[in-house]
């Protein structure tokens, strides 16, 4: 299937919708030759000529996203355009008596007898009624129905043997590929094809299947992000630094993946992003609706787990009310870390994250018990436990302050703050100016509750947390 130039009925004319014409190069000009008054609703044609399957394959995934609809000129190259997997809705022009009383009126003109025939892709019943009305004979017609597991390679047997045995004089079939097999084994041959009335008809379903589809993925759609809460009772907001600092890289990790679906990301507060979108674009990051978006990957990369609440409706005030109520739901204890989905009032269903980053992250042992001493020298050997958490300020801690915890030099105590937060097991903050002017002190946040998170607690821990 190899593409030709878009066809643009109208100079300058802005296309309400796509439509693919997809099938053998006669078939594709006779349809586009038909549909050329639709150009004065909007439409646009683009060509694809189905050849190799291989090829095929190959050049419809090129032009598969620029398409709404795609229209077939018979059943058989519907079922194999449908193996491609096409993402956009699709149908074929079907094979009407109409076809079959043409088919018959030509072949009598040319003087054969058309009661001795072979019809392929048609039922029994089809042609017998054909015929009843017609006034004539069904009994020396073959007929070999559609089948879509059969092979072009089997009609033309058909007819070829029919006409070898002398028991037909003519092969009415609807395969371009037959035809030419036929006429090269000069074996008397005619297409049965739809006339343009069936033609018109299916290119009108066509045109409203794609508006349809349109109006379906042009349905807005809002993603509300809620950044998770700090755990230790510290105030989000500008006094609060390292909550900026997260809420910044949860920013950047934010408009990475909108970027690629041509969404817009906007702050709503210092904690919450609104991600305003299309159906069709929330369905492509997730899955069809089907997994929660950026869960898992902001898991892994960020090592937060973001509450998200997504909204569908006709206007951008119904998607985005129900994207907060989504938010909300992701909150509560019943929705386990998924995402909610909210589309319609009174009902909602959660999306889980999706994939191999979907486990929660885990960091080394060895970074897990550097993270453990470290919080536990900042807190006087108190337990890690998230209710006995302190203040910021005692999990904000420096190079110097690294070191002389673990006794190590500083160069050291700057590898192993580098591994924490490669780990997840601590945030960044601001360097500090350093009072003699000289290179500022980078801090970092201890991550306190992913000690909850990523180990059970000892023993020891464990009493103290149920005696207190």
């Known amino acids: 299937m190899s593409a030709e130039a878009p066809h643009d009925h109208l100079a300058g004319a802005v296309h309400e919708v796509t439509i693919g014409v997809f099938g053998p190069k006669v078939a594709v000009r006779q349809l586009m030759q038909v549909g050329q008054p639709l150009a004065d609703s909007g439409v646009r044609f683009i060509a694809g000529i189905m050849g190799d399957p291989a090829e095929s394959a190959e050049q419809f995934e090129r032009l598969a996203d620029r398409v709404h609809v795609a229209v077939l000129p018979g059943p058989w190259h519907h079922d194999q355009f449908r193996t491609l997997g096409p993402p956009v809705p699709s149908i074929a022009v079907p094979l009407t008596a109409e076809s079959l009383y043409v088919g018959l009126l030509r072949a009598q003109r040319a003087g054969v007898d058309i009661e001795r025939v072979s019809i392929d892709s048609m039922t029994r019943a089809d042609v017998a009624e054909a015929y009843e009305e017609l006034g004539l004979s069904d009994r020396q017609v073959e007929v070999m129905p559609y089948d879509f597991c059969a092979r072009p390679a089997d009609y033309h047997d058909f007819h070829r043997s029919h006409h070898t045995g002398g028991r037909t004089m003519l092969a009415l079939t609807t395969f371009f590929e037959v035809l030419r097999e036929l006429e090269a084994d000069d074996v008397p041959v005619a297409r049965m094809r739809p006339t343009r009335q069936t033609v018109r008809r299916t290119l009108s379903t066509a045109l409203l299947l794609a508006r349809g589809s349109r109006l379906h993925d042009n349905q807005i ?248």
């Open 221 to 468: 759609a809002m993603v509300a992000v809620q950044l998770p809460p700090t755990g230790d009772g510290t105030p989000e907001g500008p006094s609060n630094y390292w909550f900026q600092e997260l809420a910044l890289s949860v920013h950047r990790f934010l408009l990475d993946e909108v970027r690629r679906i041509g969404a817009i990301l906007r702050p709503r507060s210092d904690s919450r992003f609104m991600i305003t979108t299309t159906r069709g674009g929330l369905e492509e990051i997730t899955g069809g609706l089907t997994t929660a978006p950026f869960l898992a990957r902001c898991r892994a990369e960020l090592g937060i787990d973001l509450r998200i609440g997504v909204g569908l409706g006709t206007t951008a005030q119904e998607a985005e009310r129900q994207a907060l109520t989504g938010v909300d739901i992701a909150a509560t204890p019943a929705a386990h870390g998924h995402a909610a989905l909210v589309d319609g009032p009174g009902g909602h269903r959660l999306l889980p994250p999706a994939g191999p980053e979907a486990t929660p992250i885990t960091a080394d042992d060895r970074a897990v018990e550097v993270l453990r001493t470290l919080v536990a020298a900042r807190r006087g050997g108190r337990s890690t436990g998230t209710a006995r958490l302190q203040r910021t300020a005692d999990l904000i801690v420096g190079v110097d302050d690294v070191a002389g915890i673990l006794d190590v030099t500083p160069r050291s105590a700057r590898r192993i703050a580098k591994t924490l937060v490669e780990a997840g097991l601590a945030w960044p903050t601001t360097p500090l100016r350093s009072p003699s002017g000289g290179r500022p002190r980078q801090q970092f946040r201890l991550l306190a509750e992913k000690l909850t998170t990523t180990e059970a607690p000892v023993r020891g821990e464990e009493s103290n947390d149920r005696a207190g």
